[in-house]
């Protein structure tokens, strides 16, 4: 079993940053395939970013957010800069232990094991 916990997550303005923090406890390892997705009201989940040993990202968020981990401490960050009102939803990070392939092999809910509760983005315009 693998636990997540996503931390970070706040009210900002049109055009600022934040940063969410995965932190992941249970039987993690380096192989653990990491995502994150987000749920806007109203509407369905979506996938915005994913790390194995490589990365991938959802078409609205290209060039604004990053996914990076750090093994030694079980993390999984996502800095988003330039964000919008529609990048309000909250955010989940997932894993799959099943982590040896590209991260573009992880882009829907399905490829997922274990998910965390989610935490609230609000963007103001």
């Known amino acids: 079993q693998v636990q997540l916990v996503e931390s970070g997550g706040g009210l900002v303005q049109a055009g600022g940053s934040l940063r969410l923090s995965c932190a992941a406890s249970?039987?993690?390892?380096?192989?653990?395939?990491v995502g994150w997705f987000r749920q806007g009201p109203g509407k369905a989940r979506e996938f915005v970013a994913a790390?194995?040993?490589?990365?991938s990202y959802g078409d609205s968020v290209k060039g604004r957010f990053t996914i990076s981990r750090d093994n030694a401490k079980n993390t999984v960050s996502l800095q988003m800069n330039s964000l919008q009102p529609e990048d309000t939803a909250v955010y989940f990070c997932?894993?799959?232990?099943?982590?040896?392939?590209?991260?573009?092999?992880?882009?829907?809910?399905?490829?997922?094991?274990?998910w965390g509760q989610g935490t609230q983005v609000t963007v103001s315009s």
């Open positions: 790390i194995t040993w490589n990365r």
């Open positions: 249970g039987r993690t390892s380096s192989n653990l395939a």
């Open positions: 997932a894993a799959s232990q099943q982590g040896m392939y590209s991260a573009v092999y992880y882009p829907t809910e399905n490829r997922y094991d274990y």
